[in-house]
């Protein structure tokens, strides 16, 4: 069975500085793997995809990898801004199944 | 439209009462999501529609959920006799096929009293 972990649960940071997310997933058949940003009370907006066969994914300040053999993906926020806190959700769509399947989320906050 | 649409976006109801929960996908997208997640908790899977297969229901947490999709497009969750646990934001995604980058709407908040 897919289980999808995220690590940290919250993440509290300075205005300007890089971070990185960490997202662990237990079966390596996957489609491939997104990011979300959930902002309160909102749906999910897509920041990444990456497909099984790649490595990274770059958008603006963004940058995921994903080491399928692993089962290992990083988010890797630069230059952060109060506008990023918000909480952060990877999800896997596993192979055999076709489902997309989420960790529990990152909520990160960028302080002034 | 141009992204996933849900309706409505506020439901109260009173326990006992069923309600229809419904979601407009992007069009030409094959497959489609529906995903709860209560106050505070990640997101908890319903079930999962592609194309003409039969839907992974194994999400679904009792009998009194169910959910359609009609001509593969537009689908309706709906719970019946509902219990004051039901309350949650119901969430659906739908993607362009198995694997393509899921799209989220922005959810029905449902509150029974």
């Known amino acids: 069975k897919q289980e999808v972990t995220q690590i940290p649960a919250a993440l509290s940071v300075p205005e300007g500085e890089n971070l990185v997310l960490n997202c662990s997933f237990t079966?390596?058949?996957?489609?491939?793997l997104q990011w979300f940003r959930q902002d309160p009370g909102k749906g999910l907006t897509s920041l990444l995809l990456?497909?099984?066969?790649?490595r990274e994914q770059t958008s603006g300040r963004l940058n995921a990898s994903l080491d399928k053999s692993s089962g290992r993906s990083t988010l890797y926020i630069a230059a952060s801004q109060p506008g990023d806190s918000a909480t952060y959700l990877c999800?896997?769509?596993?192979?055999?199944?076709?489902?997309?399947?989420f960790g529990q989320g990152t909520t990160l906050q960028v302080k002034p | 439209g141009a992204g996933v649409s849900q309706s409505p976006s506020n439901k109260v109801t009173e326990k006992g009462k069923d309600v229809e929960l419904r979601c407009d996908p992007i069009s030409g997208h094959t497959a489609l999501y529906w995903y709860r997640q209560s106050l505070g908790q990640g997101l908890e899977f319903l079930i999962y529609?592609?194309?003409?297969?039969?839907?992974?229901k194994s999400g679904l947490p009792s009998d009194r959920f169910s959910a359609e999709r009609t001509g593969g497009s537009v689908s309706t969750l709906t719970i019946q006799r509902t219990q004051q646990e039901d309350s949650a934001v119901y969430l659906c995604?739908?993607?362009?096929?198995?694997?393509?980058?899921?799209?989220f709407g922005q959810g029905t908040r449902l509150t029974v009293v």
């Open positions: 079966d390596s058949a996957i489609y491939n």
């Open positions: 995604a739908s993607s362009l096929n198995q694997g393509g980058e899921a799209f």
């Open positions: 999800a896997v769509t596993s192979g055999n199944t076709g489902k997309l399947i």
């Open positions: 990456i497909q099984s066969s790649q």
């Open positions: 529609f592609q194309g003409n297969s039969a839907p992974d």
